[in-house]
Every structure is written in structure tokens, then in C-alpha cells.
T-cell receptor, first 114, second 116 residues
Framework: AQTVTQSQPEMSVQEAETVTLSCTYD???????LFWYKQPPSRQMILVIR??????QNATENRFSVNFQKAAKSFSLKISDSQLGDTAMYFC???????????FGAGTTVTVRA | EADIYQTPRYLVIGTGKKITLECSQT?????MYWYQQDPGMELHLIHY???????EKGDLSSESTVSRIRTEHFPLTLESARPSHTSQYLC???????????????FGEGSRLTVL
């Protein structure tokens, strides 16, 4: 079974600053996908960024980027130039193409301060 | 905005009542999921389906049941609600991973159930 660990329950960042969220996972699979999802207060969960394990290049989506370290089984998310709208709970998630079931970490609550 | 809808958004009900949480998607996705999430906590998979007439139990044991008679519809039913069922239930759908599909799950807004 896959496990996903997010060791930071809460993080606070000043507007326009950078924050990095950590995520580690445990798997014996070689082919898998990693995701960061954002859940704003009382709103739908949405995908932030996705990484395929076979790709060495780190994924980037505008102000969001990841640092994927396959050997260390680490998948951190960096939010640059933080905005008030980034305030949300962020979940790291793992999926294999064998079963397409998404396993989530416990989440990190990010608060962006004005 | 994802085309996946859940009703009701909020439900307060007494112990012993039967409830059905509705989930519909208009994207034609084969795969659908139900996750249970306590406030501020992680999501736990309780049911999933890979297509019509296909349903499986997830990693977290649940007394709820699901059905998949139509591709777009994946309702969750509790025959006799109890206070321990109080939680938020999130429905999601996705397409198979392929050249054009990322495996992304699209989530509904959730159904928050309170059993008194």
C-alpha cells in the first residue's frame, strides 16, 4: 500500500513571499503519478500541479513548481509570489496506473497574510 | 469549473434515517469515486467505480453503499444513519490516463452530513 506523508499541518506566509510545502511518499512501484491539490475554504478541490514519475524535469504551473526527488521519494511544492487567494488546504496525492486510486496526505493549511 | 455536482450540499438528519447523497458528472468519465473527509483532515477513499455496473469498496471501511447504473450518476446511500457517519463526503471523477488525459480527479463541492 502507498502512504503519503505531509509533516507540516499549518504554514503561514506573507503576501508576495515564497512558501514550500513538503511531501514524502512510500511505494514499491516504479511508475506512478504525484499531484498537489488545493482545497479553498468551502470550495471545490482543484488540481494545482501534476508530476509523472518517469519524468526527471520538475513540473511548473505559473507560480507553482515542484521539486521531485524520486530516489528520496520526496515531492515538495513551492508557491512563489504568494497571493491571498492561495489561502487553502493543500494535499499531496499519489496514484498508480494500476488502480487509478488517489491516496492523499493529511494536508497542509496555508494562510497568506496581507 | 468542473462539471460534477453533488446534492445536497448540507444535510442534517436524525439517527436511523435513510439518506442518499447524489453525484452526477457530465464529462463522460468512466471512473468515479467517493471520499470521506472530516473537517481539516485527509481524504479517505470509501467507494470507487470503473464504469457502469462496476463498484468496489475503498481503503476505508464504510457502512454506505453505492450503485453505478448510468455512467454519469454515482449515488451513495446510508440505510440507517448514525452520528458516527457525520462527515463531509466528496465525489470525484476522472478519465483513464493516456496521451490526452492526465489522470486528474475532478471533485464536486461536497456533501456535509450531520447526523443527530
Amino acid at each position: 500500500a502507498q502512504t503519503v506523508t505531509q509533516s507540516q499541518p499549518e504554514m503561514s506566509v506573507q503576501e508576495a513571499e515564497t512558501v514550500t510545502l513538503s511531501c514524502t511518499y512510500d511505494t514499491s512501484e516504479s511508475n506512478y503519478y504525484l499531484f498537489w491539490y488545493k482545497q479553498p475554504p468551502s470550495r471545490q478541490m482543484i488540481l494545482v500541479i501534476r508530476q509523472e514519475a518517469y519524468k526527471q524535469q520538475n513540473a511548473t504551473e505559473n507560480r507553482f513548481s515542484v521539486n521531485f526527488q524520486k530516489a528520496a521519494k520526496s515531492f515538495s511544492l513551492k508557491i512563489s509570489d504568494s497571493q491571498l487567494g492561495d489561502t487553502a488546504m493543500y494535499f499531496c496525492a499519489f496514484m498508480t496506473p494500476n488502480d487509478y486510486k488517489l491516496s492523499f496526505g493529511a494536508g497542509t493549511t496555508v494562510t497568506v497574510r496581507a | 469549473e468542473a462539471d460534477i455536482y453533488q446534492t445536497p450540499r448540507y444535510l442534517v438528519i436524525g439517527t436511523g434515517k435513510k439518506i442518499t447523497l447524489e453525484c452526477s458528472q457530465t464529462m463522460g468519465h468512466d471512473k468515479m469515486y467517493w471520499y470521506q473527509q472530516d473537517p481539516g483532515m485527509e481524504l479517505h477513499l470509501i467507494h470507487y467505480s470503473y464504469g457502469v455496473n462496476s463498484t468496489e469498496k475503498g481503503d476505508l471501511s464504510s457502512e454506505s453503499t453505492v450503485s453505478r447504473i448510468r455512467t454519469e450518476h454515482f449515488p451513495l446511500t446510508l440505510e440507517s444513519a448514525r452520528p458516527s457517519h457525520t462527515s463531509q463526503y466528496l465525489c470525484a471523477s476522472s478519465e483513464w490516463v493516456g496521451a490526452e488525459n492526465t489522470g486528474e480527479l475532478f471533485f464536486g463541492e461536497g456533501s456535509r452530513l450531520t447526523v443527530l
